[in-house]
């Protein structure tokens, strides 16, 4: 835990309070009292009740679709799953103004719906919902279908031999070992709409404001950091309530399972029930993820001859100091350092707070790793322009600073997703290859590697897809000479002009065409049968 602990401590704990203590401390002291004030507005309790209302309806919205699609991928086989189980990840990564555009001009007005049946949703909270789903959908099926894979069909099939029906059997049996699964999706979604920025931004308008944009208001427009850093003390204090309740209440309904190679537990669709449950699925991904992403495409296209694209490559627009198309190279350099910190720091956190004799301080940083996913952006990156700025650690002009702030996002995931699995390995299997002299690294090596490979290379591929479309931090601490994607699509956003909103869609489309390459590259080493699953 050494590792992780001053890793969370050096780079969030202290930005972050760097950034609070900037606004709430004056020449004349602390100004708590400004606390109530500003909670107390009628304004600000309306942001409160939206934003945690909005979060909790987005979070059901996405569990009700998104877990028949975790069941497809997890025991159902058919022609295409890896191509389609990257394309359900590449929403995930797109910059937040990019996807919310693009989601506009499928409600809003002129948009495809506008055009066939006269239906507009940008004025209602719907638009918000459906994009959330639309974000948060390969959260449940990656997290909970990645432990649904490696549950052994076995056990539920000697409760239907028992005479049990097939919903009692999964009730009874499947559903409680996918408890913890369940509750990490549930808690990710509900933390990523608690603090949902872009989409609320783009599809909210005037009418509807979470707290994170109700920070970023305060901010950069009403320049008054006081009542940001009082917005950012009660978010950071509901994040911290929500991670308690999850850390009590989840954490003792992890049990030995037993795990099975993934390859083993997928079928062919059997019976009309199965097919009708795939053809929902891939209905459902078809309309509500892929439609706006072909939005996107179809609109880098609109200039003939792949103008958009080629106008990449140049340097004369006056946007950037280095040609737009440099962000591919910068983004991806800048993914894999985050991905090797993600994974480590996660790894080892994960590894610890698995063991069944972990204290209770141990086991209290469980919640508190998630504390970066509810936290805001901006406070974030702020922070980090503040705290990180004299020696020792003067690392405004450093590369690794981008690396740094994308790996706390990516952590968290890491840690969610690998501790399920490593909670449900039987501990005796340790004992017995300890008694028979085997060391902690080689038990580590022969016991738990082989069983958790799968779920530390589905965690490496959420902290790299995180880290390629990480954008709220970014913005404040990626050099000007080396913009990442999601910045430099917000940059040519932030331009008027057909040809910038072109370049933006083009390099949006590029974006999805890396993430999509790298998840299907992922998706073939891990399903490779020459090794171990």
Avoid at 51 to 63: E, I, N, P, R
Avoid at 91 to 113: N, R
Wanted: with cysteine; proline share 5%; net charge positive.
């Amino acid at each position: 835990m050494a590792l992780p602990v001053a890793f969370f401590a050096l780079f969030f704990a202290w930005p972050v309070a760097a950034i609070v203590a900037r606004g709430l401390k004056t020449d004349g002291g602390w100004q708590f009292g400004r606390i109530a004030d500003v909670v107390i507005q009628p304004d600000i309790r309306h942001v409160l009740w939206f934003t945690t209302w909005q979060a909790l309806a987005s979070t059901a919205l996405t569990l009700l679709l998104a877990l028949p699609a975790a069941f497809v991928f997890a025991r159902l086989d058919f022609p295409g799953k890896q191509v389609l189980r990257a394309v359900v990840t590449v929403p995930f990564v797109l910059p937040t103004v990019v996807a919310g555009s693009a989601f506009l001009a499928l409600v809003g007005h002129g948009g495809l719906l506008d055009q066939l049946w006269g239906v507009r949703l940008d004025t209602t909270v719907w638009a918000i919902l459906l994009a959330h789903v639309f974000f948060n959908y390969a959260v449940v099926v990656r997290t909970v279908g990645g432990l649904w894979a490696q549950l052994d069909p076995r056990q539920e099939e000697a409760a239907r031999m028992l005479g049990a029906s097939p919903f009692a059997a999964w009730r009874k049996v499947t559903l409680p070992a996918l408890g913890p699964a369940v509750a990490a999706a549930a808690l990710m979604v509900f933390l990523f709409t608690f603090t949902s920025f872009g989409v609320v931004q783009i599809l909210g308008g005037p009418t509807f404001s979470t707290l994170e944009v109700e920070i970023y208001r305060q901010t950069s427009e009403v320049f008054d950091l006081t009542t940001a850093a009082v917005l950012t003390l009660v978010q950071f204090a509901a994040v911290g309530a929500i991670l308690g309740v999850h850390a009590w209440t989840v954490r003792r309904r992890e049990s030995a399972l037993r795990l099975v190679d993934p390859r083993l537990t997928a079928r062919r669709p059997r019976g009309a029930g199965q097919r009708a449950l795939l053809a929902g699925v891939l209905a459902t991904v078809a309309l509500l993820l892929v439609l706006p992403l072909a939005v996107l495409v179809r609109r880098s296209l609109d200039a003939p001859g792949f103008g958009y694209y080629r106008a990449l490559t140049r340097t004369d627009s006056g946007t950037f100091l280095v040609a737009p198309v440099h962000a591919v190279w910068t983004s991806l350099q800048y993914a894999v350092a985050a991905t090797a910190i993600a994974v480590l720091i996660g790894g080892l956190a994960a590894a610890a707070l698995a063991r069944r004799d972990a204290g209770r301080l141990v086991r209290g940083f469980d919640a508190l790793l998630m504390l970066p996913l509810g936290v805001s952006a901006v406070t974030v990156g702020f922070g980090f322009l503040i705290a990180l700025d004299k020696p020792p650690l003067d690392l405004r002009q450093s590369w690794i600073l981008v690396p740094l702030a994308q790996a706390l996002v990516g952590a968290p995931f890491v840690v969610r997703t690998m501790l399920p699995v490593l909670r449900a390995v039987n501990t005796r299997l340790r004992e017995a290859a300890a008694v028979l002299g085997a060391s902690p690294w080689r038990v580590w090596r022969e016991i738990d590697l082989p069983l958790v490979r799968r779920a530390l290379l589905v965690a490496a591929g959420f902290a790299f897809a995180v880290s390629l479309g990480e954008f709220g931090a970014t913005v404040f601490i990626a050099r000007p000479d080396n913009p990442t994607l999601p910045v430099a699509v917000a940059r040519l956003l932030s331009r008027p002009g057909d040809l910038n909103y072109g370049q933006a869609m083009a390099l949006s489309t590029i974006l999805m065409v890396v993430c999509a390459a790298a998840l299907l590259l992922l998706e073939r080493l891990r399903t490779d049968r020459t090794g171990e699953f």
